[in-house]
């Protein structure tokens, strides 16, 4: 007996060994590096609150060092609970990258600032999403559909509107849904599959029915539902369909046929068999890589009707409205030049090193004696008119918080002798503009897949300043020179941030007649959200037709690139002859189609009729996600195919 009980003694001990010493390698796990960044944007995202203890805007260890409403699993955040604790701003744009995350609850807090859900938000594990009691505004995010282990929803109490389309067929396990408080219109989402109707007080009937499946009243009237309820349901329901109906009537007379025949496109989940027979040959043999992808998505582009929510940064016209408080902020996280040190990194700003020059100064080459290359904007009087040092010190702070995989990135500045100077990451491709306008015989022309590559890279960094950003930014300078691209021919837009972040500026920074501005721009000089976005679908036409978006040399009816190709966007003979020559044929018309169907959209002279850059993406990524379902179905088909077609891609 004696020994027995040292034995379990002994096993007890070394039990309670073993516990203890995995708790401390739990303790000790560093945080995985995918969910530090997430969270460092996410707090960057909602501000910086000073009430999150722990929470920091770089590095840190979120499991290590317990950071407020943070749980882990091992080195995975698999949880973030920060309810009721006045939050503000929004979330951030690379949460999907947690790929660990089980519950996401940011409920009773002012997020959203009227703006979206944000599409990319954890997919893989997440089960339980609680955003109830926000600000946020727009639709249901479709992105939702791909939560397949989504059990709990909840986003009532916000600012959303739309119709409910179907997001829910997809989500087997999801048992409760809150869409409460909000202006949504369509029918309440299906019960989840494999559930059982309701049962009745008599084994075997469900309420209100006979065995022999009637309907009728319940007897007793302790079950089912009258027949006058259900008479005034429907009453009610074709009441209020009718009122809906009539408003969409009344707003359909003011669409225009541009409009009518976008809307009559087939959907996503449509795909016809002999989709591929119109097809273009394509020159290249890859899909076009704009990783990371969003998981399949839906997204609706038609002009949203108007409907009565809280007022959003676009709604009282074109006003300017002050998107940053001047606040005497240091620069983070940039590296300080000095004069001496540009200059001869320029060779004193020599004009043989001089690569580009824009609104707001010239771009100068700068080689430094450790090899590497950057670019130097040197700016002009104009762009800051009062050409005070803590102005620039502020619009550095700014410019050096944005951050983006599209955006080119700040890297440091120079601020001596009188000089202002913003020191960048150097793209060698050069220009969008030099590569479709300026191309010589060593250029090879942008193959179709490169094209749509760009526009999706681009509108994911007007998106970035639009929808992520707190407050939204307007980049008042969109054109193709402003797009530049490395050597995988990946954009990345300049001049983010100058033109909403200089202080009283007093200037056009669009030229007049250039091509590029709004109408509503050239009438009143006024800047908006919307604005951007028919920028962006001038950028679009132009890898679209290979044209300048003004161009004298062509006969008058053609100078104006939109105004030409606006007519010929929906007839497939004529986009067939306006796109660029030197395509060379490469290309597939449905895609072309779409893309086109997208430039459309954004080019549409009245301002609310313009999508939001979020669908302006997703319309881009389905059109990248349709054209990889055809590739797969062609490799299903591979073995019948002939032998010279095996290598194709389509796009």
């Not at 006024?526 to 920028?535: A, I």
Request: charged residues 20%.
């Amino acid at each position: 007996m004696a020994g027995a009980a040292r034995t379990a003694w002994l096993l007890v001990v070394l039990c309670s060994c073993c516990s203890w010493t995995q708790r401390q390698i739990l303790v000790a796990a560093t945080t995985d590096a995918n969910d530090v960044t997430a969270l460092n944007t996410l707090f960057t995202s909602m501000n910086s609150p000073g009430q999150l203890q722990g929470w920091k805007v770089n590095g840190g260890d979120p499991c290590g060092e317990s950071w407020q409403g943070i749980t882990c699993s091992g080195s995975s955040v698999i949880a973030i609970k920060l309810p009721s604790l006045g939050l503000s701003g929004t979330l951030s744009y690379n949460m999907n990258n947690m790929e660990s995350l089980v519950e996401l609850d940011m409920s009773q807090n002012n997020l959203g600032n009227g703006q979206q859900i944000p599409y990319n938000l954890p997919n893989k594990k997440l089960e339980r999403l609680n955003l109830a009691g926000n600000q946020f505004t727009g639709t249901v995010p479709y992105s939702i559909s791909t939560m397949s282990k989504l059990k709990y929803l909840n986003i009532n109490h916000n600012q959303l509107s739309g119709d409910i389309t179907d997001i829910f067929s997809n989500l087997p396990s999801l048992t409760t849904v809150d869409l409460s408080f909000n202006s949504l219109t369509g029918p309440a989402p299906p019960p989840p599959p494999f559930t059982a109707p309701p049962h009745s007080r008599k084994r075997g009937k469900s309420p209100g029915q006979h065995s022999n499946g009637s309907d009728t009243s319940s007897s007793d009237g302790s079950s089912g539902i009258g027949a006058g309820a259900i008479a005034g349901i429907v009453v009610s329901i074709l009441v209020v369909g009718a009122i809906v109906a009539f408003f969409l009537i009344k707003r359909k007379q003011r669409k225009s046929a541009m409009l009518e025949h976008f809307e009559q496109r087939q959907p996503f989940n449509s795909f016809p068999s002999n989709e591929v027979k119109d097809m273009k040959p394509v020159e290249e043999a890859t899909t076009i890589e704009v990783e990371p992808l969003p998981a399949p998505t839906i997204v609706n582009v038609k002009p949203p009707l108007k409907i009565e929510r809280k007022q959003s940064f676009d709604d009282d016209g074109f006003a300017n409205k002050p998107v940053a408080k001047k606040v005497n902020a240091a620069p983070v996280n940039t590296k300080v030049y000095s004069v001496a040190d540009l200059q001869m990194a320029t060779d004193s700003f020599n004009m043989d090193n001089l690569v580009g020059e824009g609104t707001f100064g010239r771009v100068y080459r700068a080689q430094f004696n450790d090899g590497k290359v950057l670019a130097v904007k040197k700016l002009n009087n104009t762009a800051l008119p009062s050409q005070s040092s803590d102005d620039f010190s502020e619009l550095v702070s700014n410019i050096s918080k944005l951050h983006h995989p599209n955006l080119s990135e700040l890297v440091g500045y120079c601020m001596e002798h009188g000089q202002h100077l913003l020191v960048y990451d150097f793209h060698k491709n050069g220009s969008l503009h030099d590569m479709l306008h300026l191309s010589d015989e060593y250029n090879k022309p942008l193959s179709w897949n490169s094209r749509v590559k760009i526009a999706l890279g681009s509108a994911r960094a007007l998106e970035y300043l639009h929808e992520i950003c707190s407050p939204s930014l307007i980049h008042k300078n969109f054109k193709s020179s402003n797009i530049l691209l490395d050597m995988e021919l990946n954009p990345h837009i300049s001049d983010a941030g100058l033109a909403s972040f200089v202080p009283d500026a007093e200037f056009q920074v669009s030229d007049q007649g250039s091509g590029y501005s709004a109408p509503e721009v050239d009438m009143t000089g006024q800047y908006t959200l919307k604005s951007d976005v028919y920028s962006f679908g001038v950028v679009m036409l132009e890898l679209l037709t290979g044209r300048k978006p003004f161009d004298s040399s062509k006969p008058r009816s053609e100078q104006s690139l939109v105004r030409w190709a606006t007519p010929q966007l929906h007839d497939i003979d004529a986009l067939d002859r306006m796109v660029d020559p030197a395509l060379k044929g490469l290309y597939p018309a449905k895609s072309l189609s779409r893309f086109a169907d997208v430039v459309a959209l954004c080019v549409q002279p009245e301002p609310e009729f313009r999508p939001p850059m979020s669908e302006v993406v997703q319309a881009l990524v389905r059109l990248v996600q349709r054209a990889n379902m055809t590739r797969r179905m062609l490799d299903g088909e591979e073995a019948s195919r002939r032998p010279d077609d095996q290598d194709q891609e389509f796009l």
